[in-house]
């Protein structure tokens, strides 16, 4: 199923405002980059993908993705939800429930326009392809938390989109099954390059997973560069952390009272 690059650029700078807060940013990707975002408790990420979704409305700026004008406050421009060809991975996978694993990733490729034969065999060999033959059956509460993430991987990538929004992909994974999905994700975006916009809190994902990270703080970008430019010259308190969880020492930027 290697296919030729469908995906697109991502060029998005945009304001949301809320009493109390206000995200103002710019990021891009390249057609088929991963980019990461990270940043503290309550900085604007899931706001982020919220706005690119289109399940935010923006306040201010514009979201382009390759030659479609996705939101343009200035035009009102707000292309739904269902029209972007944006497909999110979120923290709980949030598979269908009442479908099997089949059925989940096959409902996928039929939004696309596919017949419901050819969705279906589709469907069959994405399970073959992540190993998951046996599960094909399963219904979502039959699954492990590592397998339902595994299929809503590759349900988000059936339907074959233009961006993929990732919100905390590992999060409640153990050690082994986190690095088996980190794994996974990157052996399915270099056969389907996607444009992906990564949220995590754990460096580990930025440095495996994506080319460039954007520092998000107190709804601005305080930080963006190459994963390893970011970390290895850290600009603020919180990637002085980041970098530290990484094994990196970052002493020398720090002067050190006792
Ligand atoms: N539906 C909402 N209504 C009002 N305020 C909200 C809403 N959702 C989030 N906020 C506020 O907007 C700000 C940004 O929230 P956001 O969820 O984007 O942060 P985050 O960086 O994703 O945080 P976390 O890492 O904790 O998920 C926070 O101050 C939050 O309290």
Do not use: Y
């Not at 034969?117 to 046996?134: D, F, K, M, N």
């Not at 993430?149 to 349900?155: G, M, P, S, T």
């Amino acid at each position: 199923m290697s296919e030729t690059l469908q995906t697109s650029a991502l060029s998005a700078s945009f304001s949301v405002h809320r009493p109390g807060f206000s995200l103002d940013i710019t990021i891009d990707a390249l057609p088929g980059e991963t980019i990461a975002i990270m940043g503290p408790s309550g900085a604007g990420k899931t706001t982020v993908l919220g706005a690119l979704s289109g399940l935010i409305p923006i306040d201010a700026g514009r979201i382009q993705l390759g030659d479609r004008v996705l939101a343009d406050r200035e035009r009102e421009v707000h292309v739904a939800p269902s029209k972007r060809r944006v497909s999110s991975l979120g923290q709980e996978g949030d598979l269908f429930p009442h479908m099997t694993a089949l059925q989940n990733i096959a409902f996928a490729a039929r939004a696309r326009g596919v017949d419901r034969e050819t969705a279906l065999s589709e469907a069959g060999q994405w399970l073959e392809r992540i190993g998951l033959t046996a599960l094909t059956s399963n219904r979502p509460s039959e699954l492990s938390g590592g397998q339902a993430k595994r299929i809503a991987l590759v349900r988000a990538l059936a339907a074959r989109p233009q961006l993929l929004l990732v919100d905390e992909p590992l999060v409640s994974l153990d050690v082994e099954a986190a690095q088996d999905m980190r794994e996974l994700i990157t052996a399915q975006l270099q056969e389907h390059p996607t444009t992906t916009v990564l949220v995590s809190h754990d460096a580990r994902d930025a440095e495996q997973l994506a080319s460039r990270l954007f520092i998000v703080e107190g709804g601005e970008i305080t930080q963006a560069g190459s994963v390893s430019e970011v970390l290895d010259e850290p600009a603020t308190r919180f990637v002085r952390a980041l970098a530290r969880s990484t094994g990196r020492s970052t002493d020398h930027s720090t002067v050190e009272t006792e």
